[in-house]
Nanobody
Framework: QVQLVESGGGLVQAGGSLRLSCEAS????????MAWYRQPPGKQRELVAS??????TNYADSVKGRFTISSMKAKMVYLQMNSLKPEDTAVYYC??????????WGQGTQVTVSS
């Protein structure tokens, strides 16, 4: 079993920054993908950014140039969020995929951006 613990959410004014962290623990041999998703109020969950084991990153168009995903340690993933906008308000979820049929979600952390 794998556990994901997120931290770093909170309330920030528009234009501000936040850094989300996620630590994976448990029975992990190798991580294929780590990612951040978000679910705005009343909307579906959407991919924000992902990073593959080889370091290749992918971003949603809405966050390109403002958000940066990184993984400084093998079981940690970060999301640096700059120039935050009210539309970035959402619950942010950490996601880890070990294999095609073995993946896990964090409990979510609230990010609220005030105008």
């Amino acid at each position: 079993q794998v556990q994901l613990v997120e931290s770093g959410g909170g309330l920030v004014q528009a234009g501000g920054s936040l850094r989300l962290s996620c630590e994976a623990s448990g029975s992990i041999f190798r991580i294929n993908t780590m990612a951040w998703y978000r679910q705005p109020p009343g909307k579906q969950r959407e991919l924000v950014a992902s990073i593959l084991s080889g370091g290749i990153t992918n971003y949603a168009d809405s966050v390109k140039g403002r958000f940066t995903i990184s993984s400084m340690k093998a079981k940690m993933v970060y999301l640096q969020m700059n120039s935050l906008k009210p539309e970035d308000t959402a619950v942010y979820y950490c996601y880890v995929r070990l294999t095609d049929d073995d993946d896990y979600w964090g409990q979510g952390t609230q990010v609220t951006v005030s105008s």
